[in-house]
């Protein structure tokens, strides 16, 4: 069965994304699991068996998209937000063989709190974007009603549907 979800979630904090300036690609990223302990991961959030930290979520997502071949940027600025201000994105993906970008922006509660709050102005600020942009949410501690709404004013998947909607966006 191999190494155990802790393990797993270690390596996966452990892991620093960001080793140089410019993008990142598959081959260079140093990765800190397989693809088969990713999906192991990725299920384990899913079923509710494992509790992340934002920053692991920030990690899986990265990985994911990494594991279908693209290249990335660690946590970016990329145009302007709804108040002109510099905006920053968790990540940026690119296919090198057609340079299609996509900026994603990860968004994980697990216990009640303020994110949930935060999702009109995450939507807003997509709409801003000079590239196409997607939010992935994840955890269970979101306000009914929330995802739903998420959904519908926006380009938005979760963890467990990620690695889809990824294949599906860049056509791969």
């Not at 979630?9 to 300036?21: I, N, S, T």
Request: proline share 3%; glycine share 8%.
């Amino acid at each position: 069965m191999g190494r155990s979800l802790e393990k797993l979630l270690l390596a996966v904090a452990e892991w620093e994304p960001r080793q140089k300036d410019g993008w990142i690609a598959r081959d260079a990223a140093n990765l800190p699991v397989s693809v088969e302990e990713l999906e192991r991961l990725v299920t384990a959030d899913a079923e509710n068996k494992t509790t992340l930290a934002a920053s692991q979520f920030e990690r899986l997502v990265c990985l994911v998209a990494v594991l279908q071949g693209l290249d990335y940027k660690w946590q970016c600025y990329i145009g302007k937000t709804v108040y002109g201000k510099r905006r920053k994105v968790d990540l940026v993906l690119k296919q090198s063989a057609t340079g299609a970008r996509l900026a994603v922006e990860c968004k994980y509660q697990d216990t009640s709190g303020t994110a949930d709050e935060k999702l009109p102005y995450a939507v807003l600020n997509q709409r801003t974007l000079p590239i196409p942009g997607v939010i992935v949410y994840g955890g269970h501690g979101w306000s009914d009603g929330c995802i739903p709404w998420l959904c519908a004013n926006s380009q938005a998947t979760d963890l467990n549907n990620w690695a889809d909607w990824v294949r599906f966006f860049f056509g791969i």
